[in-house]
């Protein structure tokens, strides 16, 4: 058969060979041939000695199984929804690119979890377009404190997350939803809560020119060097989602409004709340770091146009 689908699961359809079985019956039609006991021991032998034969290979020739990887790993992937019965094998020969790995390398989760420096209570990732999930503004955080990333950009990573649940011990968090859990010291406390009472005015000027796009404005502890970031609710549809549905064509999609954060300690953010203390207008400076916030995590503009027009205000102001 060019495509037995009673011997391999289709997370498997790269595999090619021929199975010798004395026992199958022979002068039978396609539906009792289906039905029989033999097959789904033959099944089950060559689902087994295909993934045995993977792992060998990713612990003896590394370099060998990151190119194998590279070019069939997304199929592999499918099994994570396709089937329960083998994710433990699976999720040992997941391959992933990292804020620490280079060149072409990878790296797997048993590696990860041992290089996890102490105080880290979970398995970092995110999800994003191939061309902008490696800078990121919300990894900044992440690698001043050492924290490892997985970098994830294949289409299927979405479902595929939605049954990788836990690896071991260790939980998987989605860097880009909710709040960040980090260990803090008693200093890191105290200015976040500070900060929150310090910029709150700003928050608040810059949810009323937002509003229609944006659920909450607040303050940020995932961000060191960008003026600001685009953060999913924990119940919401990731932005990675959004663009995939829509590219699928659902059309009738119900608008998700995501949380902006801002850095207390970047300049245009000072310089804003000085705004918003005085009462004056923060003019194009919202539209402008909402369009930023987008681009940088590699959305698309809502409205290009007004994008760059906003920004093209604020450059003519500064050379004046």
């Excluded at 804003?272 to 539209?287: I, V, Y």
Aim: charged content about 35%; aromatic content about 6%; hydrophobic content about 40%.
């Amino acid at each position: 058969m060019d495509d037995c689908k009673d011997l391999l699961p289709p997370w498997l359809r790269f595999v090619r060979g021929v199975v010798d079985s004395e026992d199958l019956p022979l002068n039978v039609s396609r539906e009792i041939l289906q039905n029989n006991k033999i097959i789904t021991n033959i099944r089950k032998h060559v689902i087994k000695k295909v993934l045995d034969t993977l792992q060998n290979m990713a612990d003896k020739d590394a370099a060998k199984y990151n190119a194998w990887w590279r070019e069939l790993g997304m199929v592999l992937k499918e099994g994570f929804y396709m089937n329960w019965e083998h994710l433990d094998e699976l999720k040992k020969l997941l391959r992933f690119e990292s804020t620490k790995t280079e060149g072409d390398a990878l790296v797997g989760l048993d590696e990860y979890v041992k290089r996890m420096p102490e105080g880290q209570k979970e398995i970092y990732y995110l999800i994003g377009d191939k061309n902008a999930v490696k800078s990121n503004p919300m990894l900044e955080a992440f690698k001043a404190k050492g924290y490892e990333v997985l970098l994830m950009s294949d289409g299927i990573d979405e479902f595929m997350m939605s049954s990788l649940q836990e690896f071991g011990d260790k939980k998987f968090h989605d860097i880009a939803r909710g709040d960040v859990d980090f260990e803090k010291t008693e200093d890191e406390k105290k200015a976040e809560e500070a900060n929150k009472g310090i910029f709150k005015g700003l928050c608040e000027n810059l949810q009323k020119v937002l509003d229609e796009d944006i659920k909450e404005v607040r303050v940020s502890s995932r961000l060191k060097d960008s003026p600001c970031c685009l953060v999913t609710s924990e119940d919401a549809m990731s932005a990675q989602m959004e663009r995939m549905m829509k590219a699928m064509g659902q059309k009738n999609l119900p608008k998700s409004k995501r949380i902006l954060e801002i850095n207390p300690t970047h300049p245009i953010c000072e310089m804003l709340k000085k705004k918003a203390e005085a009462g004056d207008d923060l003019g194009d400076w919202p539209k402008a770091l909402y369009g930023q916030a987008l681009l940088a995590e590699g959305s698309p503009l809502p409205n290009p146009a007004e994008y760059v027009s906003a920004i093209t205000k604020l450059l003519t102001a500064s050379v004046k």
